[in-house]
């Protein structure tokens, strides 16, 4: 039997995009931009419109196949750095995962800008990737969770998925998979082994206001210290980025400001910690004898210091991230 393409293969008229349009009560335009995640719409706007593609059944059917051409068989992720020892096994995960899934993997780096994540979501969307996987820190006000949601309406609308990787959730109406792990909780377990020791003046390098993972970690330290009857002095918190050069940074500037008022530190990183160690080697201190100290990840330069650090099951994170996108979209959820 031969077919005309524009025809369905059960034989229905499949709907189309005025169709949409006029049950929503809205223009053409103002359904293409909400489905491309590139319009302000109104929550009650939005909801319409994505009602009118769900009864019109217009995403599953026309629009989809209609994009097809553009799209392949694919997840995407934004990471900060895929420099950084975390980023990248995690990233190895996605990639593992998505390839035995059958699917290409498209990597975009950020560098913690939340405007370039954005900008890159949007891209992603626009490419109609089966999944579009954020991973790691970022610094989420009110008007980057405003856009988030909407571009996870739009995913969503498309039979794609938003999923966060090691962050929190961006509220209970948005849809988005969550792969997190317990950074509070790490920290509190890192801070009460020091804790433990007999220590009570623990440095915290790492602390950086707004930003979820550094956020969770130090909340965590400060749990530790209260859990232990331990005062908290913010003297002894310390900001930086989660970098090797940072945790150096921190750590000569504090050795150069007067007498070390510190037997312990709790690094909000690994990567931290090193750089830290460093520091304290050329100070003329040895970790553990006379400086205690604790990072968190699991990742080098742990293992060249023998540190106690925190485990992260980072490519296990990635991994889950893909498997959990494709379900969901397998279930048509």
Sequence with gaps: MVRKASEPAEGRRRSTIREVADRAGVS?????????????????????????????????????????????????????????????????????????EGRLCLIGTTGGDPERELAMVKFMLEQHTEAVILVGNVVIDERYRERMSQYAHSLSGIGSRLVLCGRPSLGPDVPAIVVDYDNAGGAFAATSHLLSAGHRRILCLGSRPGYTTADGRLAGYRRALEAHHVP??????????????????????????????????????????????????????????????????????????????????????????????????????
Excluded: C
């Excluded at 006379?290 to 293992?303: A, I, K, R, T």
């Design 28 to 100: 053409v335009a103002t359904v293409s931009r909400i489905l491309t995640g590139s319009y302000p719409a109104s929550p009650a706007t939005r909801k319409r419109v994505l009602r009118a593609v769900e009864e019109l059944d217009y995403v599953a059917n026309a629009h989809a196949r209609a994009l097809a051409g553009a799209s392949s068989k694919s997840v995407a992720m934004a990471l900060n750095s895929v420099i950084s020892p975390h980023y990248a096994h995690v990233a190895q995960g996605v990639e593992t995962q998505a390839a035995a």
């Design 232 to 333: 908290h002095d913010p003297a002894l918190e310390v900001e930086g980025t989660m970098e090797w050069h940072e945790g150096y940074r921190m750590m000569r500037e504090r050795l150069a400001a007067g007498p070390r008022d510190f037997t312990a530190v709790f690094a909000v990183n690994d990567l931290i910690a090193g750089g830290a160690h460093k520091a304290l080697t050329e100070h003329g201190l040895k970790v553990p004898d006379d400086v205690s100290m604790v990072g968190f990840d699991d990742l080098p330069p742990s293992n060249d210091l023998d540190l106690t650090t925190v485990h992260l099951p980072h490519e296990e994170i990635g991994r889950t991230a893909v498997r959990l996108a494709l379900e969901h979209e397998a279930r048509g959820g």
